[in-house]
């Protein structure tokens, strides 16, 4: 390896990736940590929970808007609170803090439903804007609240899945709070790898990540510089690589260990299921 002197805990971060590598490549890695929380029980719920609120939702009316990049879907002030089904595209929610920093929540891919937390809630507390062009399909919020009031297995669905949702979010937002910069950027990839793949909308393990390096430092308390730079490092050190907006997962397995993502956590629960990455072609 080279002596390069990094600054701004880089040093400890590469040096972080360096041993896990030679512990992987040894095999001494992984061999008795389990985590508490079992990932793969909110992935594999929120699928289904997706594929239930919609069927539920399909018997509402509804309308469709195309939106392009950047569309503000809700805003803070919105006193008219409706539900969205991202049907093209990815969104994000996303608040803004009172030195008017960036602080972006939820990611939202193809197939998500967006705003149920809004509206059940007493205020908007965040906004939901398009991160590429897309299309929506808008519920109107009195509509869904009626619904909600006469439908117990709606009302089931719906608080469901905002445990579902929320787990998601906490569990993220756990790496930020526990991990180096490199491995906090592992936990979103696969993240987002796992939930395309159980909504049907990837094989493989090369995917589009629309986010620029300064959108993903808001979702993970990050500058861009250190974005690029963990980047680099994890190419480097042979976990993922990132050309543009396409994000390579280079060892899969190695990027589960390393990120605490185990196995277990991404698998659809099926024998015929275990022992193959999820998303393998």
């Not at 360096?18 to 061999?31: E, L, N, P, V």
């Not at 060892?251 to 390393?258: A, E, G, I, T, V």
Request: proline share 3%; hydrophobic share 35%; charged share 25%.
């Amino acid at each position: 390896m080279d002596e390069r002197k990094p600054d701004d805990g880089r040093a400890d971060e590469l040096e972080s990736l360096k041993r896990h590598s030679d512990a992987y490549s040894a095999g001494m890695t992984g061999a008795s940590h389990r985590p508490s929380l079992p990932f793969s029980h909110f992935i594999d719920a929120y699928a289904r929970l997706l594929d239930e609120l919609s069927r539920q939702l399909s018997e509402l009316t509804s309308h469709v808007i195309n939106a392009g990049k950047g569309h503000v879907v809700q805003r803070y002030s919105d006193t008219d609170k409706q539900l969205y089904l991202l049907e093209e595209g990815w969104a994000c929610s996303k608040r803004y803090t009172r030195d008017s920093n960036i602080q972006r929540l939820e990611l939202y891919v193809p197939d998500d439903i967006m705003g149920v937390r809004e509206l059940a809630s007493l205020s908007v507390v965040s906004e939901i804007s398009m991160l590429t062009p897309g299309r929506i399909r808008v519920f109107s919020g009195e509509q869904v609240n009626q619904a909600y009031e006469t439908s117990a297995a709606l009302r089931v669905v719906f608080l469901r899945y905002l445990a579902v949702r929320g787990n998601l979010v906490l569990d993220r937002l756990k790496s930020c709070v526990s991990v180096d910069a490199p491995t906090r950027i592992i936990y979103l990839i696969l993240e987002t790898h796992t939930r395309l793949v159980n909504q049907n909308a990837l094989v493989g393990m090369e995917f589009e990540l629309p986010l620029t390096q300064e959108e993903i430092g808001e979702f993970l308390g990050l500058s861009a510089v250190h974005v690029s730079r963990s980047f680099s490092l994890l190419e480097e050190y042979g976990y993922l690589k990132r050309d543009r907006n396409t994000i390579k997962i280079l060892n899969y397995q190695k990027s589960l260990d390393k990120a605490d993502f185990y196995r277990e956590y991404i698998y659809r629960g099926s024998e015929e299921s275990r022992g193959e990455p999820l998303g393998a072609g």
